[in-house]
């Protein structure tokens, strides 16, 4: 009998560092991982791994592919379209981007060549005036053909909005590298347009090419996926974790 009670006793340290080692666990409805306080663990660990990865919702994919052209192809296992959709996205983007660069170059161009051909102050000066600035001589001709036309309110103040070009083969130069610009400006417009329309269109494809990919039980429910959910304990904290896929 000593012999029993000396082995019992001998076991309650143990006991009792195991128990306080141990940590309370989660509700139910969440996935538990255990941890210690030497290593925690990661949020992957925390949720439910599926054996092998699947394909895209319909949603998932056109979410994807409308945000960067491509990752939704990509995703889906279409990796010749996921490429010709993003290599279309950084052209136009390249092209978008020199358009925008070159159309700022002539403006800079076409203004000191006003401030140096024809005397005008170009600074604080909108779009405007630039476009009356190459279609007359001076200042002059402008305010005659305003009052002409008896608009009064569109007349320039000669101390404010001068110029008087020097030939008018100047003036001409002038007029040719404004207009130079200003094609630059909505060749870039219609670029971005066509980045808006290359985001769309691979959106949709994207779709179209995980609706063929899903299985026939995801089709029939709709393409929808619950959010999974996962419990970190530690001695000092809980953290709730979930993770939704599409």
């Known amino acids: 009998m000593k012999t029993i009670h000396f082995f019992i006793f001998s076991l309650l340290p143990s006991l009792i560092f195991a128990q306080e080692k141990s940590y309370p666990r989660a509700t139910p409805i969440f996935y538990k991982l255990a941890s210690d306080e030497l290593s925690a663990p990661s949020i992957q660990e925390a949720l439910p791994q599926s054996a092998a990865p699947k394909s895209p919702t319909i949603g998932g994919a056109f979410m994807r592919s409308l945000a960067i052209p491509g990752w939704g192809q990509h995703r889906a296992g279409a990796k010749t379209a996921a490429r010709n959709f993003f290599v279309a996205e950084i052209l136009l983007w390249g092209g978008f981007a020199t358009?925008?660069?070159y159309g700022r170059w002539l403006k800079d161009d076409f203004k000191l060549f006003a401030a140096t051909h024809a005397?005008?102050?170009?600074s604080g000066k909108d779009d405007q005036f630039f476009v009356d600035l190459g279609n007359f001589i001076s200042v002059d001709e402008f305010n005659q053909n305003?009052?002409?036309r008896r608009d009064v309110e569109g007349l320039y103040d000669p101390a404010t909005h001068f110029w008087r070009w020097t030939t008018e083969a100047n003036r001409q130069k002038f007029f040719n590298l404004r207009k130079r610009s200003d094609k630059a400006f909505s060749r870039a417009e219609l670029i971005a347009a066509g980045v808006?329309?290359?985001h769309i269109i691979?959106?949709?494809?994207a779709a179209w090419v995980a609706h063929k990919k899903s299985p026939q039980k995801e089709k029939e429910r709709g393409e929808l996926r619950a959010p999974q959910f996962g419990v970190i304990t530690?001695?000092?904290e809980v953290r709730l974790v979930a993770?939704?896929?599409f």
């Open 99 to 101: 358009q925008e660069v």
């Open 119 to 122: 005397g005008a102050e170009i």
């Open 146 to 148: 305003r009052l002409r």
């Open 196 to 198: 808006i329309a290359n």
């Open 202 to 205: 691979s959106g949709i494809h």
């Open 234 to 236: 530690s001695p000092e």
């Open 243 to 245: 993770r939704l896929e």
